[in-house]
């Protein structure tokens, strides 16, 4: 639908999936979204033609955090997940991390006809590495850091893997 979602603190029960939006264009402003420690992880999935905001930390027992499409989607506090996986976001517009991410099974990043952007600019940031490679499919701008003091860990001391950006406007 065309109306927003506004959504406060949530605690997800195990083993659940949270959708927010139906692929509408309805805003998304959400709060701190965590699953309940200690069994099935939970996932977060946001599927918007509107624009979408988690103003709050997302993790505590996460499994996958799922994009499937917005006009642009802000993660202004941490994020915490097992997986974290971007189908699609709007032509020219940013999927921004604007604190510590931390993936911990891996992250996968679509190619689209949208050339949509990818912002990771936390202090901390770790991402693991699915396989051998850490693909940014998107063709719009690919940034990682906005101070020289942001840290960046691809893969774990097992798998230092590869990272590929295929086709970065910038």
Do not use: E
């Not at 993790?59 to 097992?82: E, K, M, P, W």
């Not at 949208?114 to 719009?140: D, E």
């Amino acid at each position: 639908g065309s109306g927003t979602i506004t959504l406060g603190n949530a605690t997800l029960s195990d083993g659940v999936t949270l959708t927010l939006g139906t692929g509408g264009s309805g805003a998304i402003n959400a709060a701190a979204v965590t699953g309940t420690a200690g069994n099935a992880a939970s996932n977060l999935t946001i599927n918007t033609t509107g624009v979408a905001t988690v103003a709050g930390a997302v993790g505590t027992d996460i499994g996958t955090l799922t994009v499937t499409n917005s006009n642009g989607a802000t993660f202004a506090s941490s994020v915490s997940a097992d997986t974290v996986a971007i189908t699609d976001t709007a032509d020219g517009k940013t999927l921004a991390f604007q604190n510590d991410l931390t993936v911990t099974t891996g992250m996968t990043v679509a190619n689209t006809a949208n050339a949509y952007n990818v912002s990771i600019t936390g202090a901390s940031n770790s991402i693991a590495i699915s396989g051998n490679t850490m693909v940014f499919g998107n063709t719009g701008s690919l940034t990682l850091g906005n101070s020289s003091s942001d840290g960046f860990t691809f893969g774990s001391s097992s798998n230092l893997g590869a990272i590929i950006a295929t086709a970065p406007s910038q």
